[in-house]
């Protein structure tokens, strides 16, 4: 009998500027296990071909300004766009404004943490991102009767 391979996971820095990247990308690649490719995106094409993915986490910023491809630089507005093209991905939200985690929670995205937990506690905030890449995939978000009526 074929013994059955698990694909890699894969977490994706998606849309972060300059300075937070090698931040991020180093404090997960030093705290998560060998098994999880650590990747930054800064680029639409390779963003939607990622939230195909089902073994991957997509960490999106609140503000993708200086992203090359995003038509608009809100990440709750790359999360609509990416659930409306069925994404598999856990699109997970990084920002430190509640409202900003609300709005992407109601667009089909998951709460996750802001950039500030990343520089207090680099190790918890990967705890954290762990966490997320167990927890199952949030559904569609429900179709509101304003959405149904346009």
Known sequence: MAKKTQSKKIVAVVGHCGMDVPFMTETLQDNLPPTVEVVRVNDLATAERLASDPNATLLINNNLIGSVGYDDPRGVDLIRSLKAKQAKAKLVMISDYDEVQTE????????GMGKSLLYQNGAEFTDKVKKLMSQRKPRQPRKTAEALTV
Request: proline share 0%; glycine share 24%; aromatic share 0%.
């Open 104 to 111: 992407a929670l109601a667009v089909g995205g998951i709460r």
